[in-house]
């Protein structure tokens, strides 16, 4: 997984003063009151505009009025460095000697966990390919093998579908067990496994990032799979409806900068509410797409030819 960056202290607790320090831009601002104006160092045209760039230090985030551009700490150092949000993570930690003492405390917990729930397996399960629950699901044999799935009749998720998951690198980390009756919760997932660290299928479509539709994010295991099978296979599941941090760097860092996402989440409020969140933070770190669904409709259940004319049309 690299190096943890702790996002969210990051943004609490570096200013965005000592970012404009560090890079000696400091000096050629205005400070008053709770404001630092100048020129924008993003282009040159903003130095003949020296209010255009912005600062609000009670907000501790930034706007240039002639290139449109704004946001955090990361945002800034991102679009100055042109890195992922990944690599300005780590070079904010180095640099400024963040996070706090109470952050460094939550990433050495948070490394710990995920050392706990992200080593690879050194198991695998013993699964029945052949159950009827994946035809009746649509899936072919082509994609049941590509994907490992099947039955499992004994082990951690005995009575249930077992769908294995791996991290970026294509190690297996967990498996996702679908119940195959009205059993409740239809899913389950190991006790302490994190989802929200690993986006699935990552490892499988990562040559696919520059594609046209780019690499495409849906919900669900199957929806993914069901995508894979109908002629795109570069497609990644979220494992619910939110983009965690974690996800949104492992994601940002496999496009590029210059990379597309294609957001195809279930055309319910729930998904039309997910996919606008999403947009809107993935919007200044890559091209993205947002692609709406049919009330009721989720990607698993459109077939090959609507597929193609909702991510190529």
Known sequence: MGQWVDFRTLKEQVSM????????????????GREITGHCPLHD???????????STTKN??????????GNVLDFVMALEGISIRE???????????PTAQGREAQAESEQEERRTLQPLTFTLKLDSEHPYLAGR??????????????CKRGVMRGRIAIPIHNAEGELVAYCGRAVDDTEPPYKLPEGF???EVL???????????????IIVVEGCFDCMMVWQNGFKNAVAILGTELSESQECVLVDAVGSQGK??????????????AEAITERLVRQCYVRRVDLPDGKDPAELDKAMLAELLTG
């Open 261 to 274: 996402v294609t957001l195809l989440l279930d055309g319910d409020a729930a998904g039309r509410t997910a």
């Open 45 to 55: 045209k903003g130095r003949y505009y020296r209010g255009a760039f912005s600062v």
């Open 138 to 151: 649509g899936l072919q044999c082509e994609t049941i093998e590509t994907f490992g799935v099947g039955y």
């Open 200 to 214: 699935f299928n990552l490892h499988r479509c990562r040559d696919a990032a520059s594609l046209k539709p780019g």
């Open 17 to 32: 003063r000592d970012v404009l320090a560090h890079y000696g831009l400091l000096g050629e601002m205005q400070e008053k």
């Open 88 to 98: 300005a993570g780590k070079k904010l930690t180095e640099w400024l000697k963040a």
């Open 61 to 70: 985030v930034w706007k240039c009025f002639i290139c449109h551009r704004g």
């Open 194 to 196: 994190a989802k929200s």
